[in-house]
């Protein structure tokens, strides 16, 4: 089923810049934003790759130019920024997307990987948004719409594990999107971030552990996961929707990713860790813990029943079958 859910040319006038647009999502939003009536620049170092996206986007009466750009390198990405304002005026669309996930165990000491996810995923943004931002803010200055997109992912917020400094780079970029937004929000730059679940894409194929890379080809199996037009239609969406409107932070899961449903199912604890607060409501039960005292019993006495009833539920649950499968991935995904 197609992803396309808009029509018309919304994004006629604007000028979209997209790093990491040689493959995956980044080549799929290019061309989205190009058939929505952006005028669009890829940004990758792979040339020919980048070449052909032009050609794709020039052949369904688009306008685009593809420039070699390595992001970690700061002057390569300024002369960027100067031949778009040459050629097509200031960009008022950023999708900051070239990254690059190498999962190892912290212990193996894989520093060369932790570098290259760091200069990329960190710097590289960084670099993008050193010589964009004035584009940005100049457009905003002109009453056009302005939009920072930047892609960092789940495992942002997820804990698991060999994906330790992949996680930290992209932890920095959702929080560093909250924080710019304070200042950029106010000059009518929308600074948003997309944080997605698998994708199928090239990423994996840079994974050099045997178990991650078999993990995440049997996910792309099972979970019938997101493509890259999932994200070319959110990314187009956030850009289309009128201008005093900031779509910030999105999460988008595949609706059978475990991940997903475990990071829910987790949810709020049962009873605060440690000893209650005078005054602090239990969650369950709403029992103040005084109240407990004062009846000569304990604040916990009157919760317990209501975690026997939730243990009950989950004995319960435990016997579907999909279920079972859900946490047998979940586990799965623990060992990582
Ligand atoms: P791809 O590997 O297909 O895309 C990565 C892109 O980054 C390529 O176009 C690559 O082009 C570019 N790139 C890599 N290094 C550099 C560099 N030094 N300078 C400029 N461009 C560079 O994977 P995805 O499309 O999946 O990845 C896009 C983004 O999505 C990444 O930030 C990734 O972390 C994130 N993401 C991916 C998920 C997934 O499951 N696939 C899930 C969540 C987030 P080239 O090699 O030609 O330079």
């Given amino acids: 089923m197609s992803a396309a859910l808009l029509t018309g040319t919304p994004l006629t006038g604007r000028v979209a810049v997209v790093s990491g647009a040689s493959s995956g999502m980044g080549a799929v939003t290019a061309q989205r934003l190009a058939e929505l009536g952006a005028t669009v620049i890829v940004l990758a170092r792979r040339k020919d790759k980048l070449d052909g996206v032009v050609k794709t986007i020039e052949a369904a009466g688009g306008t685009a130019l593809a420039l070699a750009v390595d992001v970690t390198d700061r002057a390569a990405v300024q002369s960027a920024a100067d031949q778009v304002a040459a050629r097509f005026g200031k960009a008022d669309l950023v999708f900051n997307n070239a990254g690059v996930q190498l999962i190892s165990g912290i212990e193996e000491l894989k520093v060369d990987d932790w570098q290259r996810q760091i200069d990329l995923n960190i710097s590289g943004l960084m670099n993008v948004i050193a010589a964009f931002l004035p584009h940005l803010t100049d457009s905003a200055a002109q009453g056009k719409p302005a939009d920072l997109i930047n892609t960092s992912s789940i495992a942002a917020t997820r804990i698991l594990a060999k994906f330790s400094i992949y996680s930290g780079t992209k932890a920095y970029i959702s929080h560093l999107t909250r924080l710019l937004r304070v200042e950029l929000g106010p000059k009518m730059v929308r600074v948003a971030t997309i944080e997605p679940g698998m994708v199928d894409t090239e990423l994996p194929d840079h994974v050099t552990d045997p178990d991650a890379s078999q993990l995440m080809a049997d996910l792309i199996h099972d979970i019938d996961c997101l493509q890259s037009a999932d994200i070319a239609e959110t990314v187009a969406f956030m850009a289309a929707v ?95």
């Fill in 242 to 336: 009128p201008r005093h409107v900031n779509l910030t932070e999105i999460t988008m899961y595949a609706t059978r990713d475990p991940r997903g449903l475990a990071a829910r199912r987790r949810g709020p604890r049962l009873r605060p860790r440690g000893r209650p607060q005078r005054g602090q409501l239990h969650r369950l039960g709403q029992a103040r813990p005084d109240q407990g005292t004062r009846r000569g019993g304990r604040a916990d006495d009157r919760v317990r029943p209501l975690q026997r009833l939730v243990a009950q539920q989950l004995v319960e649950l435990r016997r579907l079958p999909h279920v079972r499968h859900r946490l047998r991935e979940d586990h799965r995904q623990a060992r990582l």
